[in-house]
């Protein structure tokens, strides 16, 4: 291997298929829908795959989780489908249930190899202070099935055929290696992000608009673009013992 490769984070914008798995519906708009868009409009096939139902809570007042639930499917399909996302896979779990990370990491794992996809994206769960259950174990279960995948029996009770993708893109981060250049698809992602009516008021979606610009143009500050947004980027090495790597 070349060291200046494994020196660099992995490449992701040539990426033929791509999958973004989220803890909640509307994760994946929040954390990296500038980039869902960006990698659409190359041509991408997108899968997103959502880990809970989303059936805890909604803005503006109680809703029987089991019709919130049905709601927030319908907002996952149709802000995913804004931004160009082709195919959506859902696990179902309760809302804020999550503990148990080899199973989640194992089922991830049999989906990772059924569709093979180029990379994946998931929330960091090594964020400073993230406090949210399902994202750290969602998080976590997504990095293990990143670097296990590829295994001959992961999980072990599989039958389908090993895969191992080039790269993991963990977004809401605090440590990004990689910038995408979002200024063409900045105004899709808002667009997508307000298709979750149960949870986004105009107020929060304002405050969001100013918040992400920014960072986005922080993240693009000596750059050739003029809104950014960041990914903690790395490879199969790089995710067992040289997280490093791409720092020297």
């Known amino acids: 291997m070349d060291i ?15 999958l973004c798995i989220q803890p909640h519906p509307d994760d994946n708009e929040i954390g990296m829908g500038g980039i869902v868009a960006a990698l659409a409009a190359k041509g991408c096939e997108i ?7 989303g059936d805890l809570g909604a803005q ?25 996302v082709k195919v959506f896979h859902f ?6 249930s999550l503990s148990d990370v080899p199973a989640l990491a194992g089922k991830i794992a049999e989906l990772v190899r059924t569709i093979q996809p180029d990379v994946m ?21 997504a990095a293990q099935a990143f670097i296990s995948s590829s295994l001959a029996k992961y999980p072990r009770d599989t039958d389908t055929t090993p895969w191992q993708c080039s ?14 250049d979002i200024t063409d698809t900045f105004e899709a992602k808002f667009a997508a992000m307000a298709l979750h009516r149960t949870q986004m008021s105009e107020e929060l979606l304002g405050l969001y608009r100013v918040y992400f610009t ?34 020297i």
């Open 4 to 18: 200046s490769a494994f020196l660099t984070p992995p490449e992701i914008m040539s990426a033929r298929r791509a």
């Open 47 to 53: 899968h997103y795959l959502t880990v809970t139902n």
């Open 60 to 84: 503006g007042g109680p809703i029987d989780p089991a019709e919130l639930a049905v709601l927030r499917r319908q907002e996952t399909v149709a802000a995913g489908e804004a931004l160009g």
């Open 91 to 96: 696990f179902d779990e309760p809302d804020g």
């Open 121 to 141: 994206f998931c929330p960091d769960p090594w964020a400073l202070y993230e406090a949210h259950q399902d994202h750290v174990v969602t998080g976590r279960a």
């Open 167 to 180: 790269a993991i893109g963990f977004y809401f981060t605090q440590a990004p290696n990689t910038v995408v």
């Open 214 to 247: 920014m960072q986005g143009q922080q993240l693009a500050k000596d750059k050739e673009f003029a809104l950014g947004e960041g990914l903690k980027v790395l490879g199969p090495l790089h995710m067992h013992c040289f997280a490093q790597a791409p720092q």
